[in-house]
């Protein structure tokens, strides 16, 4: 059974860091597509950053420099470190993994986890 499991949300001061992880079990997505979503309440589910299989990313316009993903291969565990967190970052974070090149749209991810709340207080 496949599985992504996401960790590392709880509340932050704006200004602050958190890093998510997500661990994968099931399969190896070491040639797979990973990237991270968000909800906020009331919107919709919103593209964050992806990671291709071979170390390129690609960011989201309101994350780009202050989030970054990365991955550890032997662990199978992707990572979201989240910097200068502002209170518009509040939201849930979700894990994904599909096959793919700089894959940015859900219906482009065909596995998810079960999201990590983050909360940034202004």
């Known amino acids: 059974q496949v599985r992504l499991v996401e960790s590392g949300g709880g509340l932050v001061q704006a200004g602050g860091s958190l890093r998510l992880s997500c661990a994968a079990s099931g399969r190896s997505f070491l040639n797979s597509a990973m990237g991270w979503f968000r909800q906020a309440p009331g919107k919709e589910r919103e593209f964050v950053a992806t990671?291709?299989?071979?170390?390129?990313?690609f960011y989201a316009n309101s994350v780009q420099g202050r989030f970054t993903i990365s991955r550890d291969n032997a662990k199978n565990t992707v990572y979201l470190q989240m910097n200068s967190l502002k209170s518009e970052d509040t939201a849930v974070y979700y894990c994904a993994a599909g096959e793919g090149y700089y894959l940015t749209r859900l219906g482009e991810y065909k596995y998810w986890g079960q999201g990590t709340q983050v909360t940034v207080s202004s």
């Open positions: 990671l291709n299989w071979n170390g390129s990313t």
